[in-house]
């Protein structure tokens, strides 16, 4: 392709080539491509665009919502909650001690037979330090009974000097029980002229296992 231009009574001629002319049709088409996109791009990020935040004063203008009105009588289907009557007591909750184990069965103990009323001249075991005898495991096993007579001599102190068994029970466990027990016993001395003297006692045991 060739072009002329005329200056000053001259003809200068232009020469451009083809290829140029391809070229340059080329790049203005992408070029009205690439506006094209831009132009699409713009339309859509308008079309998106948030609005304008609303101002403090725009939300103190918001009024606001009105509170709930209490629910009538018969609004619901649920009954309504009566308080109890004035007279009656609310249930409370009573917590109760756990029975008490039951006591175990004591172990049978030899009984001290009553013995005759003594006069002034006779000594007198203290009650509270004259426990009777045990009864012997052992003899206890074997289901031994039977009855024993000590004799115990005090002198003026109230204490034991000596203790014979005068009747047997036919039991060696029974007789000795027997004797050991008198022997730690205090005694109310015997009396004489008003004053403590020796004197002896004689007790009695009965062994019933039960």
């Known amino acids: 392709m060739s072009a002329s231009r005329s200056t000053s009574g001259k003809n200068i001629t232009f020469h451009l080539p083809r290829r140029s002319l391809m070229i340059a049709g080329i790049a203005f088409g ?3 491509a690439l506006f094209l996109v831009v132009w699409l791009s713009s339309r859509n990020d308008e079309f998106y665009k948030a609005g304008p935040a ?7 203008e918001i009024e606001p919502l009105p509170e709930p009105l209490p629910a009538a009588a018969g609004s619901s289907d649920m009954p309504d909650a009566k308080a109890p009557p004035a007279g009656e007591d609310s249930p409370q ?3 109760t001690a756990p029975p ?10 030899a009984e001290a037979a009553p013995a005759a ?11 509270e330090q004259s ?8 003899a206890l096993r074997r289901g031994d009974s039977g009855s024993v007579v000590v004799r115990v001599d005090v002198d ?3 204490y034991p000097s000596n203790v014979t068994i005068i009747q047997r029970s036919g039991s060696r466990d029974l007789d000795r ?5 008198v022997r730690r016993w205090r005694f109310h001395p015997a009396q004489s002229n008003g004053q403590p003297v020796p004197g002896s006692i004689e007790v009695p045991f009965d062994f019933k296992p039960q």
């Open 54 to 60: 609303a101002t403090p004063q725009q939300v103190a």
């Open 131 to 138: 426990p009777p005898p045990s009864y012997p495991p052992a």
């Open 93 to 95: 909750l009573v917590e």
């Open 117 to 127: 009323a003594a006069a002034g001249d006779r000594p007198q075991p203290i009650a």
């Open 30 to 32: 992408v070029g009205i």
């Open 100 to 109: 008490a184990p039951p006591a175990a069965a004591p172990a049978p103990v």
């Open 177 to 181: 029980a027997s004797a050991e027990a």
């Open 156 to 158: 003026a102190t109230g």
